[in-house]
T-cell receptor, first 116, second 113 residues
Framework: AQKITQTQPGMFVQEKEAVTLDCTYD???????LFWYKQPSSGEMIFLIY??????QNATEGRYSLNFQKARKSANLVISASQLGDSAMYFC?????????????FGKGTLLTVNP | NAGVTQTPKFQVLKTGQSMTLQCAQD?????MYWYRQDPGMGLRLIYY???????DKGEVPNGYNVSRLNKREFSLRLESAAPSQTSVYFC????????????FGDGTRLSIL
């Protein structure tokens, strides 16, 4: 069974600084991927970024990037130049192995607060 | 640009009452999912549907039933609501191919007294 661990229940960062949100995973599948979602206080789930295990470079989407370290089984989300609007819950999620219709296992999330 | 639409957004039930949560997507996706979100637990999969006419259990299916009415609609039913089912419920859909993310509805906040 897959397992996703987010060890930081809450994080604080000053506006304009960078922040790293941790995500570690455990899977027996040789090919896998990791998603990150953002959930603001309004409640919707917003897709941020995806990384596949065979991708040659770390994924980047605007101010979001993934620090993907397969040997450590970690896929940490880096947010550069934090903005007040980045205050939200952040979830790491892994699809189940191929053939399982891409069901997602979520971590418990990290609540990020950006201070002015 | 509707995406995934869930109704209702909020509902309060009494223990033992029944309720159907509705979900519809207009993106022509085959795969649809129901999750529940509880404080400190992240999202957990209740049921999913790979295509019209097929459904399968997820991690926490007890107390729920689902119906994939057609390609667009996937409903979640609580036959006899219990306080433990107080939660926020999310419906999602996903394209079949590629490394595509699931698209989520805005959620239904359900309280059972």
């Amino acid at each position: 069974a897959q397992k996703i661990t987010q060890t930081q229940p809450g994080m604080f960062v000053q506006e304009k600084e960078a922040v790293t949100l941790d995500c570690t995973y455990d899977t027996s599948d040789p090919s896998y991927g990791l998603f990150w979602y953002k959930q603001p206080s309004s409640g919707e789930m917003i897709f941020l970024i995806y990384q596949g295990s065979y991708d040659q470079q770390n994924a980047t989407e605007g101010r979001y990037s993934l620090n993907f370290q397969k040997a450590r089984k970690s896929a940490n989300l880096v947010i550069s130049a934090s903005q007040l609007g980045d205050s939200a819950m952040y979830f790491c999620a892994m699809p189940h192995p191929r053939g399982s219709n891409y069901k997602l296992t979520f971590g418990k999330g990290t609540l990020l607060t950006v201070n002015p | 640009n509707a995406g995934v639409t869930q109704t209702p957004k909020f509902q309060v039930l009494k223990t033992g009452q029944s309720m159907t949560l509705q979900c519809a997507q207009d993106m022509n996706h085959n795969s649809m999912y129901w999750y529940r979100q509880d404080p400190g637990m992240g999202l957990r999969l209740i049921y999913y549907s790979a295509s019209e006419g097929t459904t399968d259990k997820g991690e926490v299916p007890n107390g729920y039933n689902v119906s994939r009415l057609n390609k667009r609609e996937f409903s979640l039913r609580l036959e006899s609501a219990a306080p433990s089912q107080t939660s926020v419920y999310f419906c999602a859909s996903r394209p079949d191919r590629g490394r595509q993310p699931q698209h989520f509805g805005d959620g239904t906040r359900l309280s059972i007294l």
